[in-house]
């Protein structure tokens, strides 16, 4: 079955940086938009960013707009997530989410397929 696989999570500082990376084994993403969730624990999962196929186009919640840096290397069939000047808040699990179309379109529609998640802590 189709899942997503994250990694790159961590223990990072208040206003570091870290990257995420999502792969698809045995599945080529260059055809699907990708988007990124995260879930604080006690907290609603929350959508963080989304690019599509070609990387035209990329969106991003604006909580994390001008930190977080969506990315993909379709060659090397993978999407980033670079976290930069991350705050305690920021501490989550991060999910790697394929749409079902190229195009990100509406948040909440079209997930259909989850990675497990990887987990970012950002504390002193």
């Known amino acids: 079955q189709f899942q997503p696989v994250e990694s790159g999570g961590g223990l990072v500082q208040p206003g570091g940086s870290l990257t995420l990376s999502c792969t698809t084994p045995?599945?080529?993403?260059?055809?699907?938009?990708f988007a990124w969730f995260r879930k604080a624990p006690g907290k609603r999962r929350l959508w963080v960013a989304c690019i599509s196929d070609s990387s035209l186009t990329i969106e991003y919640a604006d909580s994390v707009k001008d930190r977080f840096v969506a990315s993909r290397d379709n060659a090397k069939n993978t999407v980033y997530l670079q976290l930069n000047n991350v705050k305690p808040e920021d501490s989550a699990v991060y999910y790697c989410v394929k749409k079902t179309y190229s195009m990100c379109g509406p948040n909440d529609v079209d997930n259909d397929a989850w990675g497990q998640g990887t987990q970012v802590i950002v504390s002193s």
């Open positions: 045995g599945w080529i993403l260059r055809n699907y938009a």
